[in-house]
């Protein structure tokens, strides 16, 4: 797998990163998140630059982010600004900061050349937020499986009747007679259900859409309610929001939001939500089936071993298939600097 370098990645939720440093590794890179006491997030390499302490086991402090073995602090900048030993810190002690981009409660990083990070190029979420009490509920979760293998789950719900059969129990042959077509646009890919009713037309309403955008975002969206089969009450539920990055080859950060409308469901909605979605739906369904699948691949190239693939694939297939195209355009040109590779 060549992933993507020159992009922006989602590397957390703005409330994951507080007043304590945030160790995550993204791309194969161990990374320290923290938010100075002025509310700005920084990232840096989470290795000190004296003898390679983890800066996570330090502190946020005035001025910056303090390692704990020896007390050297760095700005936001990554200058050392202070030495316990010397009045003048050591310029050489210097961290080179990680470009992020804050925004709409998204924090992104831009995992390629620094010069080409453009914070225009953020993925733009704004428009999740559609009325004034629109609302997300938050979830992140490790998978133990490579980002692609989640693309390929979030392009495909046609695996939910039978791997959500205990949990989102949606009618078992809700697919048997839907119609399936793949939309190819410039830069993303879209698969579209639509279903019939009991007349066997194919109503307005009664559709379900996964839309792939590189590197590593899903948007599904749905005009029917899964479990009854009936349109969606307005303003519950407008999408669901679902963002991969690379942990390392085998692994991948998984964040997801639910958007709902708050002024419109229960108090203990969100909660409630994140419970089915993140340890039922995820947790005890699709993270271990995936974890199978990775285990089973053993490192091979999915299109090298043959998938007998069948036409609700089209989706997923279609949306690997960009995924490789792109990286195999950035590989003709130079390599970003800056992250180790996970290309196999
Ligand atoms: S290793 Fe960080 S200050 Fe010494
Ligand atoms: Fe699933």
């Known amino acids: 797998m060549t992933l993507l370098r020159n992009c922006w990645y989602m590397a957390a939720w703005s409330d994951e990163v507080g007043p304590a440093p ?5 791309l194969n890179e161990p990374i320290v998140f923290f938010r100075d006491i002025n509310g700005q997030v920084a990232a840096f390499p989470d290795r000190c630059p004296h003898r390679f302490a983890p800066l996570s086991m330090g502190q946020v402090v005035e001025g910056g982010i303090q390692c704990r073995y020896h ?27 990680i ?9 992104w990083f831009w995992a390629g050349n620094v010069e080409a990070a453009d914070p225009a190029t953020v993925p733009d979420m704004a428009f999740l937020f559609q009325t004034p009490t629109t609302d997300l509920v938050r979830m992140h979760v490790t998978q133990r499986s490579s980002f692609l293998l989640g693309i390929d789950n979030l392009m ?40 019939p009713d009991a007349d066997g037309e194919f109503p307005d309403h009664q559709w379900l859409k996964a839309t792939y955008s590189p590197p590593g975002t899903v948007l599904t969206s749905a005009g029917l309610d899964m479990l009854s089969g009936a349109a969606l009450p307005p ?105 180790d590779t996970l290309n196999t």
């Open 156 to 195: 495909d719900p046609s695996h939910v009747p039978s791997l959500h059969a205990d949990s989102l129990a949606p009618p078992p042959d809700m697919f048997r007679h839907a119609r399936y077509s793949v939309i190819r646009e410039e830069g993303r890919v879209t698969s579209l259900w639509r279903f």
């Open 99 to 107: 470009p992020l981009v804050e925004r709409d409660g998204f924090i």
């Open 71 to 97: 007390g050297l602090r760095f700005d936001r900048t990554g200058r050392c600004v202070y030495s316990p030993y010397s009045d003048q810190p050591p310029a050489r002690a210097s961290l080179a900061p």
């Open 235 to 339: 303003g519950i539920l407008f999408y669901n929001l679902h963002v991969l990055t690379p942990e390392t080859a085998t692994s991948a950060h998984y964040f997801s939001a639910d958007i709902y409308d708050r002024a419109k469901v229960d108090p203990d909605f969100a909660s409630q939500r994140a419970a089915l979605l993140l340890d039922q739906v995820f947790g005890e369904e699709d993270d271990p089936i995936l974890a199978g699948i990775e285990a089973r691949m053993a490192g091979e190239d999915f299109f090298a071993l043959n998938p007998a693939l069948l036409p609700i694939d089209g989706g997923a297939v279609e949306a690997r298939r960009l995924h490789a195209r792109l990286s195999e355009a950035e590989s003709r040109t130079a390599r970003p600097a800056g992250f």
């Open 22 to 26: 945030l160790a995550r590794r993204l």
